[in-house]
Each structure stands twice: as C-alpha cells, then as structure tokens.
C-alpha cells in the first residue's frame, strides 16, 4: 500500500485554526451560496461573506450555521422531534454513540443539535467515504466534525485501515477530546431491520489493551435509537431492495439520497438513548471466544435498540396490511391509516419496479421494527 503508515490527517475532520481558510475556499464557490441562501434565505450574499470572515472555530460555526440549517430541514419537512434518556448522559463525559441509520445527514445532525442544546459538546460522526460526493460536501462535513470511515479498501490493507479507524475513536473518549456518532452497520439500514454488524464491532476493539469487555468498557458505549414516523427515502429504499431481489443492477445515487432525506416528509421524530452498555457488560459471559461474544454484545445493543425505538401508527399498520389483519388496529386510527395510504402512493409512484413487489418491501421497511420489539415479549 501507497500510503503506509496511515495517518489521522487522511480522516479526521477540520481543525479550528484550519476553519477560515475552508469558508474562505467555500465563499469562492456559486454552489455554496446557492446552499446557503436556500437554507438562509434572509441572509443576503454579503451577509454571509461578513460572517464567514468572524468564525475562527468548528463549534462557532456549528452553532451560527449547522444547527440552524439541520433546524430549518426538520421544520419544512418533519413534525414535532422529542428525546427520551438525555439524562443518562453527564456533560463532562465522552461517550461512543453507537446508533441505527436511516438518514445519512438528519441522524447524527439530530443528535448534535439536542446535544448543543441540552449543554452538552457536540460528537464527532463517522461517515463512508462514498458521501463525499464533491469538494463541496467533503468541506461541509469535515466542517461539522465528520471523519472518514474507507469502504472500499484492498482486502491485504483493511487491517490497517482498521486499525487506524479504532485507534482514533479510542483516542477521541479515552483522551476526552469528544465524544463520537456510529452507525451500528455500515451504510444505512435499508429494510427496516435494525442490526449490529459484529465487524464493526471487531473494528472498535482492536485498538484495546485488555479483554473484550474491558476494551469495550473504555469506550463507553450508548445504544441509540432514532425512529421517524416516515422512514427517510423509503420509496428509494424499497426501489433499490426490489431490484436487489430480482437481480436488477442498481445505480444509487448517494447525492440523490442526501437530498431527499433533507427534503421529504418525515413526520414525528424521536430519538432514544438506551441503557449505557457500561451498566450491562458484566451480564455477559466471559469472552473465552472472541467471535461468539461479539455476537451477544452484537444481540444484546440490538435488544436495547429495538427496545428504544418509537413506534408509530405508520408501524403498525404495515405490520396488519402484511398479515392481513387487524391485530394492531388500536394503535392507529382511520386518519393515521388515511395519512400512510396518500404517502406511501405519494412516494411509490416515483419508483421504478413492480408495482406490488415494490408495495410489499415498502410495508416491510415500516414492519420490521415491529416484529423486531415483539420478539422480547
């Protein structure tokens, strides 16, 4: 490999003295102020020039701008946001938020904003390399203290990689410096079916010193949950799932995705911080053998996921249209039912595929958290 020895500078995001030369690159750009006069429509092109020249640090910039625009968003296209578990949290500590993925901008960028405004720093998020769709959004979001997780690595240098991914998280909450967002898997769930994928976290543990639990105890872990009433990009994602299936070769477009899960509707919005797994680790076996204990802390952050996540009338009636009954009808009422008919129409009828086949996947994105809550009764 090229590049050995890997260094943090490859993913780490923007420092604080590195700030006004990016906005100053990024005042340079037409596309930029097209993004900020659409999400600040108040501001005028010199307005923003003038503020850009008095920001000198990413968390200034978080507030003056990022909070802002990730506030706008939800107020066009979601309904009311509410948080349960904040004061599991203190302020003075670093945690490692390990969280569901529906949304690649909203879903950390929702914990951020209730962070900044509960009196608690904001995390560093990890995002794929593949998001980085232009000079633009790479600048955006090591602006908003994103840091680079390589998907598409040669299999004889992914334990390097690896390595140097898991040592800067470690250093990130063992050396207080910030706490710091992950989605449970890599890339955002598609189907509905929160999971854990035990590589990410053989990832996170292979920068420890000690045993599993200990290695894991350091990082203080929380399980996250962040449930929409309307699953960001469904139709897309039951589109994409549906040519999967058939063995259709799909083009997704990353770019297409983060615009429409700004923009589309969301409904209600809540967000849930499960018991701190610091609590918990100590119910689990000893870690004799490495693999099969991943896969119980991987089941055991899943239960605490599944626990914590809202759900909505929209749920459970795709759960009785798959089933063809009526077993959930006291959850949701006939203007709930009304209200998920006209979007998922709305929604399907931009999609390409079979009409029944993409209806199907469809209720089962919405199901699935259902079915995943009914297994721990």
Same mark, same amino acid.
């Given at each position: 490999?090229?590049?050995?020895?890997? #260094?943090?500078?490859?993913?780490?995001?923007?420092?604080?003295?590195?700030?006004?030369?990016?906005?100053?690159?990024? #005042?340079?750009?037409?596309?930029?102020?097209?993004?900020?006069?659409?999400?600040?429509?108040?501001?005028?092109?010199?307005?923003?020039?003038?503020?850009? #020249?008095?920001?000198? #640090?990413?968390?200034?910039?978080?507030?003056?701008?990022?909070?802002?625009?990730?506030?706008?968003?939800?107020?066009?296209?979601?309904?009311?946001?509410?948080?349960?578990?904040?004061?599991?949290?203190?302020?003075? +500590?670093?945690?490692?938020?390990?969280?569901?993925?529906?949304?690649?901008?909203?879903?950390?960028?929702?914990?951020?904003?209730?962070?900044?405004?509960?009196?608690?720093? *904001?995390?560093?998020?990890?995002?794929?390399?593949?998001?980085?769709?232009?000079?633009?959004?790479?600048?955006?979001?090591?602006?908003?203290?994103?840091?680079?997780?390589?998907?598409?690595?040669?299999?004889?240098?992914?334990?390097?990689?690896?390595?140097?991914?898991?040592?800067?998280?470690?250093?990130?909450?063992?050396?207080?410096?910030?706490?710091?967002?992950?989605?449970?898997?890599?890339?955002?769930?598609?189907?509905? %079916?929160?999971?854990?994928? *035990?590589?990410?976290?053989?990832?996170?543990?292979?920068?420890?010193?000690?045993?599993?639990?200990?290695?894991?105890?350091?990082?203080?872990?929380?399980?996250?949950?962040?449930?929409?009433?309307?699953?960001?990009?469904?139709?897309?994602?039951?589109?994409?799932?549906?040519?999967?299936?058939?063995?259709?070769?799909?083009?997704?477009?990353?770019?297409?995705?983060?615009?429409?899960?700004?923009?589309?509707?969301?409904?209600?919005?809540?967000?849930?911080?499960?018991?701190?797994?610091?609590?918990?680790?100590?119910?689990?076996?000893?870690?004799? %053998?490495?693999?099969?204990?991943?896969?119980?802390?991987?089941?055991?952050?899943?239960?605490?996921?599944?626990?914590?996540?809202?759900?909505?009338?929209?749920?459970?009636?795709?759960?009785?249209?798959?089933?063809?009954?009526? +077993?959930?009808?006291?959850?949701?009422?006939?203007?709930?039912?009304?209200?998920?008919?006209?979007?998922?129409?709305?929604?399907?009828?931009?999609?390409?595929?079979?009409?029944?086949?993409?209806?199907?996947?469809?209720?089962?994105?919405?199901?699935?958290?259902?079915?995943?809550?009914?297994?721990?009764?």
């Amino acid at each position: 490999m090229n590049d050995l020895p890997l #260094s943090y500078d490859h993913i780490r995001p923007y420092f604080d003295e590195e700030v006004p030369e990016v906005l100053q690159r990024l #005042s340079e750009k037409p596309s930029f102020f097209m993004l900020m006069q659409y999400l600040f429509p108040e501001q005028s092109g010199e307005t923003i020039v003038e503020r850009f #020249s008095n920001i000198r #640090s990413v968390e200034q910039f978080q507030e003056e701008y990022i909070r802002h625009a990730i506030r706008r968003m939800l107020a066009d296209s979601a309904g009311e946001v509410t948080i349960d578990g904040i004061d599991k949290l203190h302020p003075d +500590r670093q945690y490692t938020f390990l969280s569901n993925h529906r949304d690649i901008i909203l879903d950390p960028g929702i914990l951020n904003v209730i962070l900044k405004e509960q009196g608690f720093h *904001t995390t560093k998020i990890a995002i794929g390399d593949n998001l980085l769709v232009s000079g633009l959004v790479t600048d955006l979001m090591k602006l908003n203290k994103s840091f680079i997780v390589h998907r598409e690595v040669a299999r004889s240098d992914l334990m390097a990689y690896s390595q140097r991914l898991s040592q800067y998280i470690r250093d990130q909450i063992v050396e207080e410096i910030d706490s710091v967002w992950i989605a449970q898997r890599s890339g955002r769930t598609k189907d509905g %079916n929160d999971e854990t994928h *035990t590589g990410l976290l053989k990832m996170l543990n292979i920068s420890g010193k000690g045993d599993a639990k200990e290695n894991f105890r350091r990082l203080n872990l929380i399980p996250m949950a962040v449930s929409y009433e309307y699953d960001p990009c469904d139709g897309l994602k039951a589109e994409e799932l549906c040519h999967l299936h058939a063995g259709i070769p799909y083009e997704k477009d990353d770019k297409v995705g983060m615009i429409r899960g700004i923009r589309d509707p969301k409904g209600r919005i809540h967000l849930a911080f499960g018991r701190p797994v610091n609590e918990w680790i100590d119910e689990l076996p000893e870690p004799r %053998n490495l693999n099969v204990w991943l896969r119980e802390l991987a089941d055991a952050l899943d239960k605490e996921i599944h626990l914590h996540f809202r759900l909505w009338p929209s749920n459970f009636i795709a759960v009785d249209y798959l089933e063809g009954n009526e +077993r959930h009808a006291a959850a949701y009422s006939e203007m709930d039912k009304q209200a998920f008919d006209a979007h998922m129409v709305g929604q399907l009828a931009k999609r390409k595929g079979d009409p029944e086949a993409l209806k199907k996947q469809f209720l089962q994105i919405y199901a699935a958290p259902v079915w995943n809550r009914e297994q721990y009764d």
